[in-house]
């Protein structure tokens, strides 16, 4: 199997539990290389395009919602890129069901997720479904800069200046 990319998120009721390291310990058991990582806010339009596939659900605003840090009063996620040998896969086994409930009690979501009152799906972390799927994610989150691997095709693109923040 050839190496593949897969955009992770530790979403924010993970941060807000303290569970980064935890998760980061377990997701090491891949023997994956993480090639980006970040802190970084999930803009209501960012969130809203990272789950274009769920957007006719009932749940789509609250799932929105969630991701952007609003339930829980914590306004970031750490974004991941995890590269190598069936990457998708072993990561994907390793955080378990989409419903925390369901989830093998050993997994990441089955360790650390849950279902609210309100029924929403707590789950701790995100890990791309395949690979066209990966490349759409990365490509929301990441600029190919903040990667150190090329993943995809890149290109020069002269820009109209912009004023950038600098450290003063």
Known sequence: M????????????????????????????????IVAAKIARASKELAEEHYQHLKDKPFFKEIVRYICGELHNRRKVMALIYW??????KCRQLAGSTNPE???PTSIRGSYGRITTSGVYENVIHVSANEADAEREIKLWFQPDEVIVNLYPTKEVAGKERKIKTWA
Not at 25 to 30: A, D, G, I, V
Not at 84 to 89: P, R
């Open 2 to 33: 050839a190496n593949q990319a897969t955009l992770i998120l530790i979403k924010p009721d993970g941060l807000k539990k303290s569970l980064t390291g935890n998760i980061l310990t377990r997701l090491s058991e891949t023997k994956l290389e």
């Open 84 to 89: 190598g040998e069936d990457a998708i896969t």
């Open 102 to 104: 369901e989830a093998d």
